[in-house]
């Protein structure tokens, strides 16, 4: 009888199978908590993998920008059409805070508001905010027909239109920089800007539709914990105020006790470890 290879016993391969890790186990979720002037806080979470050596999570998380819908943040239908941008600047526990990073409109919102028998006007201005943000401002408006009207067109003239323009980017100069970003952000929301300009250009031709489309961050100052504190309060805001930080610093470093009297929350002691 012939000795040969039985094919059915297969050897194993050299190393063995590897074992299905979970990719998720390594990983934690964060709550997005959202700034002061939007009605909703708690918007949704994140993943980052966990500490581990030199990489530390909180470093994974800052800067991350989430996209969150304006109906969601104030509990407004009507805003559905509009698209907030926000920017993790710090982790404080579990928790992500985050600052105004952008705006913009949604495609079918923008697409609706073309229409045929009307002029599209377009004006976009570079802007500096009193808190030292710049940003770049996109407005958008169209003509509509006068009361009383018979014809069925509304086009504007070059002229007029160039004069529509300026005013807009003279309003939308004025409104930014004569206030800090949150207050900017406030008005926003109810498109007040929007209705200042369709005041402002009722003598040189009727517009309707007219809106703050797009907003972009082009430079933000340099980080400022107090300042992100102002728009993100919360129950510990006191221990983060700089004007007490060299105070609990003087604690520290002569009573090695005081680490439980100042807060037993983990997030409190690594900041002021840090800052010692």
């Keep these: 009888m ?42 949704g979470k994140t993943l980052v993998s966990r500490t581990q050596g030199t990489k530390i ?11 969150v819908s304006l109906a969601d943040l104030q509990k407004d239908e009507d805003n559905a059409y509009r698209k907030i941008r926000l920017r993790a600047e710090d982790v404080q526990g579990k928790n992500v805070l985050t600052n105004f990073w952008g705006m913009d409109f949604t495609t079918d919102k923008l697409r609706s508001l073309v229409r045929k028998w009307q002029t599209l006007i377009e004006a976009h201005v570079d802007v500096k905010t009193t808190d030292n943000y710049t940003l770049r401002m996109f ?24 004069q529509i323009r300026r005013k807009m980017r003279e309003i939308m100069i004025n409104q ?7 207050d900017l952000v406030k008005k926003f929301i109810p498109e007040s800007i929007g209705k200042e300009i369709e005041k402002a250009t009722v003598g ?29 309060p919360s129950r510990h805001t006191l221990l ?37």
């Design 176 to 182: 930014a920089q004569s206030c800090d970003l949150k």
């Design 2 to 43: 012939a000795v040969g290879k039985n094919k059915r016993i297969s050897k194993g391969k050299k190393g063995g199978k590897k074992k299905a890790t979970d990719p998720f186990a390594k990983k934690d979720w964060y709550d997005i908590k959202s700034p002061s002037i939007f009605e909703v806080r708690n918007i």
């Design 240 to 276: 983060f105020d700089p004007s007490v930080f060299s105070f609990f610093c003087e604690i520290n470093v002569t009573e090695k006790s005081s680490w439980c009297l100042i807060g037993k929350r983990s997030m409190v002691i690594t900041r002021m470890r840090m800052l010692v």
């Design 57 to 67: 999570a909180s470093e994974g998380l800052k800067h991350r920008v989430f996209e």
């Design 204 to 232: 040189i031709y009727p517009l309707q539709n007219v809106f703050i489309r797009k907003v972009k961050i082009l430079k933000a100052p340099k980080f400022d914990l107090g300042k992100l504190m102002e728009v993100n």
């Design 139 to 162: 407005c958008i408006a169209f003509t509509k027909r006068r009361p009383n009207q018979v014809k069925r067109t509304c086009y504007a003239q070059s002229s007029q239109i160039r």
